[in-house]
């Protein structure tokens, strides 16, 4: 069989065709992708973590249901209680699944955004010596959930990442250049010790995020970005 490619059909895609904005919005896309590679491991953690004990009970169920006189009683509640179990494992499974395609219209609070980074990071800051800090103490700061899913965790794995030192990453929100915008303020406060190679090894499975990739990520959101030695400046998109 030939592995010769069709005539029409370019062997090397020419970026020259493509406007400065076509060119950001796939060089984004491509970020978004990585930053989504990142997360898929715990994310495949927390889907199976939400059906175990579904799996778990219907074991128990089946082992009574088999039983030569079987305990009705003990199997009605275990009916209930997996109902209950079944229903959360469908609401966990459906949060992990909408990382695949966040809303870009439901307004989330930054506050909990950084909770969840938290969470779905901790791999990733343990292993590279950092504490992540949520500072954010006002509730009303929102944003696009597709915002915050995509640039919050592309500027974080970058810290993690582009980053030589251990310590803590503060996160705080302050005001923007208008009153109708807010920002976004990641600062390190480094301890002053060597990162160790060695343990990168365990989480860094995929390319590393760096900064041009979370600026492409800002341009294709129209939101200002600036970056200093340990510290960035995100502008949230306004409301």
């Keep these: 069989m030939s592995n010769a490619a069709p005539a029409n059909l370019p062997l090397v895609f020419d970026t020259a065709t493509l406007t400065p904005e076509a060119l950001n919005d796939r060089l984004a896309e491509a970020a978004c992708y990585a930053v989504l590679r990142r997360l898929m491991p715990v994310l495949r953690h927390d889907v199976a973590g939400a059906l175990q004990p579904v799996r778990m009970l219907l074991m128990v169920l089946e082992r009574r249901m088999q039983a030569a006189e079987p305990d009705l009683e003990a199997i009605a509640k275990n009916v209930t209680s997996l109902s209950t179990l079944t229903k959360q494992a469908s609401a966990d499974c459906i949060g992990a699944l909408e990382w695949i395609g966040s809303s870009q219209d439901a307004k989330v609070t930054l506050r909990s955004s950084v909770d969840e980074a938290i969470k779905l990071l901790a791999m990733e800051l343990s292993a590279n010596g950092l504490a992540l800090v949520n500072g954010i103490s006002d509730e009303a700061v929102a ?97």
């Design 143 to 239: 944003a696009p959930q597709s915002f915050l899913r995509s640039m919050l965790m592309a500027s974080l794995l970058a810290f993690c990442d582009q980053s030589a030192v251990t310590g803590t990453l503060q996160v705080t929100a302050k005001a923007g250049d208008s009153p109708q915008r807010s920002c976004l303020y990641l600062q390190m406060l480094p301890d002053h010790s060597d990162k160790s190679p060695a343990s990168l090894d365990i989480v860094r499975k995929y390319r590393l995020i760096d900064w041009p990739d979370v600026q492409a990520i800002a341009r294709s959101f129209s939101v200002k970005l600036e970056r200093g030695d340990g510290w960035l400046t995100l502008e949230l998109p306004e409301n």
